[in-house]
């Protein structure tokens, strides 16, 4: 772009999608082993915005040790006539967007999660200073959002200072938050979409609704509706929400016709309400993900920021890695943890009687919106830190999900010559892809007289 003739790396959407290895990186900001980041954008008076001011408090990238992982707080005040604290979400969420038009600068996630690398090769061509990162997002938010008629920028690394500026930063998020939550989906005649995302998942679309906030936590229906309303051309737009074709599943004919559209047709149907079947797309910035556990037929949740393994056994990281992608996995599910405080949460799973397994950390955010019978009910990785520990927790606690196992046990099972089997693995619903056609078993129980798990060492070779 012409307007960056001064600046040091290229800028345009075709760094978009750009990943940046650990070998490769000069510095990491941000991160899953960073307790305290933020990003965040306040609507000011005119009067106390210094139009195109960049500021840097701590240390600037060039102080940096190469190889260090450091905290970061980046803060945007904006002013316009036309601007209110309504569009704060929108002009936050443009961050991860724009940052990622820079040559080898890499953004994930959003708000408390974020997490940013730079790397080498664009540092020594002189990528050095937050100075430069913020003419550039000075830039383009002034270009792309005419609505925005002063703007500056604040860049914090000294921890200090994050501390400070990060309680305030959590308010923020969760007034916005709490507005959108009386408003439902049966009120509205138009949902959102958003396709910040596909750069990383090309065939994601994210689906905004009241009653189903963004993947990432970020975007709620009122951020959405902001956001079309000023940039209609933008990542994030209007969808018609259509007929209602399916109640209980949360399926609109207008987000299927968005979906096929946006996706290429990669993805024909979306069902909000649901983990299975066709659950809704994951892109790589939620903020959790659910994961079914055949053995108890229920669901766990893990959160990003989560250390160590889960319940069965898998970090966060292989859990995101078996969703992201913009693919639609059953029983997997990217998710916001506002999600988990709506009434449509998989309520056509159980909701939150379909629940075995929540971090402590999430389960404190959201206890107020799980239901008073089964909140003690819900193990967490102080109780139950392997699936045989949950079933005996469950069967102590009488979960609603135990009853489902009474019914299965009392199920006649096939039997060997030599014993009777019960089952490796029952699903609702399990999908097999073969030769082509994708075969969907319904109530399904596996049976096998021993379970072998190898690595696949042919394409560990190919790699």
Same mark, same amino acid.
């Given at each position: 772009?012409?307007?960056?003739? !001064? ?55 060039? !102080? ?182 399916? /109640? ?72 995101? !890695? ?120 319904? !109530? ?16 560990? /070779?190919?790699?």
């Amino acid at each position: 772009m012409s307007m960056f003739k !001064d600046i040091p790396v290229e800028v345009g959407v075709i760094y978009e999608g750009e990943r940046i290895r650990r070998n490769d990186m000069q510095i990491e900001l941000g991160g899953p082993s960073v307790d305290k980041k933020f990003e965040i954008a306040k609507v000011k008076p005119m009067d106390q915005i210094e139009d195109g001011r960049v500021f840097i408090v701590g240390p600037d990238i060039k !102080d940096l040790k190469e190889g260090g992982v450091y905290p970061l707080g980046i803060l945007i005040e904006a002013a316009g006539v036309q601007l209110d604290a309504g569009l704060e979400g929108v002009i936050e969420r443009r961050l991860h967007g724009y940052l990622n038009y820079i040559e080898g600068f890499m953004h994930l996630n959003q708000r408390y999660d974020i997490w940013m690398r730079i790397g080498k090769k664009s540092f020594q061509k002189g990528l050095n200073s937050f100075e430069i990162v913020g003419k550039v997002l000075y830039r383009l938010f002034k270009n792309e959002l005419s609505i925005i008629e002063k703007l500056q920028i604040t860049f914090i690394t000294d921890q200090t200072k994050i501390n400070e500026y990060y309680s305030e930063a959590l308010a923020s998020y969760e007034a916005r938050d709490a507005k959108a939550r009386g408003l439902k989906d049966s009120e509205v005649d138009t949902f959102y979409g958003c396709v910040l995302c596909q750069s990383f998942a090309p065939s994601h679309v994210c689906v905004i609704t009241p009653q189903r906030y963004s993947n990432c936590g970020a975007i709620s229906w009122f951020d959405g509706k902001a956001s079309a309303s000023i940039d209609p051309k933008g990542p994030i737009f209007a969808i018609p929400r259509g007929e209602m074709i399916n /109640e209980e599943k949360g399926e609109f004919s207008g987000i299927n016709e968005t979906a096929k559209k946006r996706s290429m047709g990669e993805v024909t149907k979306v069902w909000l309400y649901t983990a299975f079947d066709h659950p809704h797309t994951s892109c790589g910035c939620f903020e959790a993900v659910t994961f079914y556990i055949p053995e108890v037929d229920g669901f766990g949740i893990v959160q990003r920021n989560f250390k160590g393994a889960t319940v069965n056994g898998l970090p966060f990281s292989t859990l995101a !890695d078996s969703t992201a992608g913009g693919r639609q996995i059953d029983g997997f599910h990217g998710m916001s943890l506002e999600y988990m405080r709506s009434s449509k949460f998989f309520a056509a799973d159980g909701g939150w009687n379909r629940v075995v397994w929540v971090p402590k950390e999430v389960k404190e955010k959201v206890k107020d919106f799980i239901p008073k019978d089964i909140i003690d009910k819900i193990a967490t990785e102080e109780v139950a830190k392997n699936i045989d520990e949950l079933k005996a927790f469950l069967k102590d606690k009488n979960h609603p999900i135990v009853a489902k196992w009474v019914t299965e046990e009392t199920t006649p099972t096939t039997a060997t010559t030599e014993d009777e089997t019960m089952p490796v693995m029952t699903a609702s619903t399990l999908p097999i892809s073969a030769g082509g056609f994708r075969i969907i078993l319904t !109530d399904a129980k596996i049976y096998a007289s021993k379970v072998v798990i190898k690595k696949d060492e042919t394409k560990a /070779e190919k790699r």
